[in-house]
């Protein structure tokens, strides 16, 4: 068994994110492993980018109301304890409610990340369906 040595908090990129979000990176694996874990916070109202990942993302929220989409589909408002998959290449955003931070734990397997535009703010704002409702 190994302690390992917690990384600083980083900035992420505005390229990536709308408004400001910082990860800490949990875990980042050595070959042959290539998982990937990252405890990510949102201030409110701030969401990723479009984009995919090229193995899926698996989604555990913390704290906060996250917003999440996969292209063409409608807005889920997720709640804490709420686990979300995205499968392999399936283009998504995910981010804070406006007015909630939100802290989720991102799981990935390798680098092969597809950023692609901005969510714009009228597929931000549209018209979700809550986790707490169904």
């Known amino acids: 068994m190994e302690l390992l ?31 990937r874990a990252n405890a990510v916070h949102f201030s ?33 408002e997720a709640h804490p304890g709420d686990v979300i998959w995205t499968p392999p290449g399936e283009e998504h955003w995910h981010g804070a409610a406006p007015g909630h931070f939100m802290t989720h734990l991102a799981l990935w397997e390798t680098d092969d990340v597809t950023w692609l535009e901005q969510v714009s703010d009228a597929e931000y704002t549209g018209e979700r369906r809550s986790t707490r409702c169904r």
């Open 5 to 35: 040595e917690k990384q600083e908090t980083i900035k992420l990129p505005a390229e990536w994110f709308t408004g400001d979000a910082w990860a800490d990176v949990i875990h980042r694996g050595e070959e042959p492993s290539q998982v």
């Open 44 to 76: 409110p109202g701030a969401r990723t980018a479009w984009h995919s990942h090229g193995l899926g993302q698996t989604l555990y929220i913390v704290e906060g109301i996250a917003l999440v989409q996969s292209r063409g589909g409608e807005v889920l």
